[in-house]
């Protein structure tokens, strides 16, 4: 897999059938609530939402993060960046300490209470559909490509074409592809983004500090276990460092040689 994969959701678009959620209840075996689905919020059993503002629908779900914050709080490496650009979750690793839910920007993971064993569920952007060569279930089911699923650069210039070519319809702006430090989905909106309950105001930078000031939050739910979590952030924090710095080094090795 070569290129980057992202989700383009377009209210203009959006005629608020709810083919998306179903089609994503589907492929995730969630249970079914197709009676009044824009009233459903993102919990253990929903993945992505459809929300009525006015007249205008709005989707959330994951916004698969190019810097994620739940990757980079995870102490154990439960979520990792997947190469088709999806944040994928690993259960078989994860703790149950919920740090990614206390830093996620979006407040997107939520947690299943009523297992034993600890378990955060949120949209995978149909990662394993995707390596096989196939489209994001919501994606495939959506009548009128209000979402929109492709390269990510595509969906990029798809989104800047619709805003050039139709100004009047369009918020000028694309949420997604700055928030944060950038995302692999990106909304198109007619009106602006806190008008159809996205989170306002992210800075363009990924969010390290947000992730520090999640970590200071983390009630003492896990007693002397906080101190343990507390180094493996650290842990995991420079494991990441040091993966990034033999990655430059090995790099300016290559381009070295090839001189
Ligand atoms: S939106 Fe939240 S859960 Fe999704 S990748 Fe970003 S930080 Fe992680
Ligand atoms: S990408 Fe897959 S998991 Fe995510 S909302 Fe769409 S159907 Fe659900
Ligand atoms: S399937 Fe498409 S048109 Fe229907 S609710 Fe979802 S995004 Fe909107």
Not at 95 to 124: D, F, L, S
Not at 161 to 185: C, D, F, M, Q, T
Request: a positive charge; one cysteine or more.
């Amino acid at each position: 897999m070569s290129k980057q994969k992202g989700i383009l959701f377009d209210a203009t678009l959006c005629i608020g059938c709810g083919a998306c959620y179903e089609g994503c209840k589907q492929k995730n075996k969630l249970t079914q609530t197709n009676k009044d689905f824009l009233s459903d919020h993102l919990s253990d059993d929903t993945y992505t939402t459809i929300e009525l503002y006015g007249d205008i629908y709005a989707r959330k779900l994951c916004m698969h993060c190019d810097e994620p914050t739940c990757v980079s709080v995870c102490p154990v490496g439960a979520f990792s960046k997947s190469e088709t650009g999806a944040v994928v979750y690993d259960g078989n690793k994860c703790i149950g300490c919920r740090y990614c839910m206390q830093a996620c920007p979006h407040k997107v993971p939520r947690y299943k209470w009523e297992t034993a064993k600890p378990v955060i569920c949120k949209c995978n952007m149909c990662d394993e559909r995707i390596k096989i060569g196939k489209i994001p279930a919501c994606a495939e089911a959506c009548p009128t490509e209000a979402t929109l699923f492709g390269d990510l650069d595509d969906i990029i210039q798809v989104a800047k074409r619709r805003i050039k070519e139709n100004k009047r319809n369009y918020y000028p702006h694309i949420y997604g592809l700055e928030e944060a430090g950038g995302s692999h989905v990106l909304i198109l909106s007619p009106v602006p983004f806190e008008k159809l309950g996205y989170t306002p105001h992210l800075p363009k930078e990924p969010m390290p500090m947000l992730t520090m000031n999640a970590m200071d939050k983390i009630p003492p739910i896990i007693g002397v276990g906080g101190l343990f979590l507390g180094g493996m952030f650290w842990l995991t924090k420079r494991k990441n460092q040091i993966a990034r710095e033999e990655a430059g080094k090995k790099k300016e090795l290559q381009n070295h040689e090839s001189r």
